[in-house]
């Protein structure tokens, strides 16, 4: 049975796994802004102008998942279509490919280079620090990679789940999510992804792959005036 933690990842993530970095302020928390764009407020009926405004500067815009609160003038909440979440509960076989590396700071600038060619939006200078992440090199280039982001002491997010335009079509992505969702499996906890119904290439392969879709969830955008 999936726990109501996913339908707000972003909240319970930052109260639980990364609540050692979380910016806190009452029932709403965020990232700092070198790790991740992420706000999270304990229910929609947090009060905007106490809980969320001493966190978020003018000008400054941070995305909700799952929960969302009621906004009053000077914000501004721009809903997206939502996304699909998935969940994987058996282990996946696991394709043949070349060696999968734990990367470390010694890899940050290729990861950052390959995620502002392919994975622009939401990863940061410091979103190597929310978990582990894994890469193929190939050619003495960082070819593919895959970590984890949002979590509790129950769920492992898989994301930044991406592939060089170079390498693809190699299976490198499709070894990477087994990888990392066994491993995650084998450690006792639930991996989960969130993936865009456009996506359509994507998603299909994490459904060939073994995940299954549990619900849709809200995702938008929150700016300051």
Not at 15 to 35: D, N
Not at 93 to 100: K, N, Q, Y
Request: net charge negative.
């Amino acid at each position: 049975m999936i726990a109501p933690d996913l339908d707000n990842p972003f909240w319970h993530s930052l109260r639980t796994r990364h609540r050692g970095i979380a910016l806190s302020q009452g029932e709403a928390a965020r990232y700092p802004a070198e790790f991740a764009p992420f706000l999270g407020v304990a229910h929609a009926g947090v009060d905007v102008a106490d809980a969320v405004a001493p966190l978020v500067a003018p000008g400054e815009s941070v995305y909700l998942l799952g929960v969302a609160p009621i906004v009053p003038e000077g914000w501004h909440l721009e809903a997206f279509r939502p996304l699909a979440q998935m969940v994987c509960t058996a282990p996946l076989d696991v394709i043949e490919g070349p060696e999968i590396i734990e990367l470390s700071d010694a890899h940050r600038d290729d990861v950052l280079a390959l995620t502002a060619l392919v994975y622009p939006h939401y990863f940061r200078p410091r979103t190597m620090e929310m978990g582990r992440y894994f890469g193929i090199y190939q050619e003495g280039r960082l070819a593919a990679i895959i970590g984890e982001r949002l979590g509790t002491d129950a769920y492992t997010e898989m994301s930044a789940i991406c592939t060089h335009p170079d390498f693809n079509g190699r299976g490198y992505a499709r070894r990477l999510t087994a990888m990392l969702t066994n491993d995650t499996l084998a450690r006792g906890r639930t991996p989960f992804l969130h993936v865009s119904h456009e996506n359509t290439r994507a998603k299909q392969l994490y459904e060939q792959l073994g995940f299954h879709h549990r619900r849709d969830i809200g995702f938008w955008s929150l700016r300051r005036a």
